[in-house]
């Protein structure tokens, strides 16, 4: 069944692993939930310096939201609340005193990449795929999970991104700052516990400092969300063209967008 899973090693390294690998570990409204129920486990721990988040196998990081569940879940009417769960999870991994790193094997899609961006490091392995595909679906990038991009990338990556909707392979995402390093994909999981064993060796309350001024630093460039931005968002949702984007999915073919 698809799961998000904690697990604690003795050398106070957490792993939160996405379990869903016949959907390539896309994440449901209900993962989401777990995953925020997770982080505030690892916020209350003593012990956890450092968490790992990954995907189950070593073909998806996560694929994005599960489309298939869109017609239950992000309606016109749910899609408010599905955005405030998803952010709620990511905001809660963002706002950790630990730090975090992303392993990213292969697909690290969509929603995939707002999980990766919420992370403080990305690892990734030499075959990864990454992509923000919104406009391939008829929806609009969530605003946090945007300026989370724009943060990493700046707005000129972020643009290329947001309005190509094309997918780049590992050595671009390194070179636009997505990932922080690139590795063998059967090196990675070496590599990943070996960086996350050598931070949590580091002063913990030093590496708390650092991510609490930066994180203020963030929040204090971003503006309030104005109404506009949050009606283009429920437009996309109401749209024909977000239920031809599903249809589409759903039929593997083209879609065929109206702009209505």
Not at 51 to 66: E, M, N, P, Q, Y
Not at 146 to 155: I, P, S, W
Not at 221 to 246: M, N
């Amino acid at each position: 069944m698809p799961s998000i899973q904690l697990e604690v090693t003795q050398d106070s390294v957490a792993t939160l692993s996405i379990h869903n690998e016949h959907k390539h570990n896309a994440i449901s409204v209900t993962m989401w939930k777990e995953l925020a129920a997770h982080v505030a486990v690892i916020a209350r721990s003593q012990s956890v310096r450092v968490v790992i988040v990954r995907g189950a196998g070593l073909t998806s990081f996560a694929a994005g939201a599960d489309i298939s569940s869109f017609e239950k879940e992000r309606t016109t009417a749910t899609a408010r609340h599905y955005d405030e769960t998803t952010e709620e999870a990511l905001s809660s991994l963002a706002a950790l005193t630990v730090p975090t790193i992303a392993q990213i094997h292969g697909y690290c899609i969509g929603g995939g990449l707002s999980l990766a961006l919420a992370c403080d490091l990305r690892l990734a392995d030499d075959l990864a795929t990454f992509a923000v595909p919104a406009a391939r679906l008829g929806l609009a990038y969530p605003p946090q999970s945007l300026e989370r991009l724009v943060n990493t990338l700046g707005e000129s990556s972020a643009r290329y991104l947001l309005l190509s909707a094309q997918r780049i392979d590992a050595p671009t995402a390194l070179r636009l700052g997505i990932v922080h390093e690139i590795h063998a994909r059967d090196a990675l999981d070496t590599r990943a516990i070996e960086l996350a064993t050598a931070i949590a060796a580091l002063a913990p309350l030093s590496l708390s400092a650092a991510k609490l001024q930066l994180r203020h630093r963030q929040l204090s460039r971003a503006q309030a969300l104005s109404p506009d931005v949050l009606d283009a968002v429920q437009s996309c949702l109401s749209s024909q063209d977000y239920k031809e984007g599903q249809r589409a999915f759903q039929e593997k073919r083209s879609p065929n967008f109206t702009g209505a």
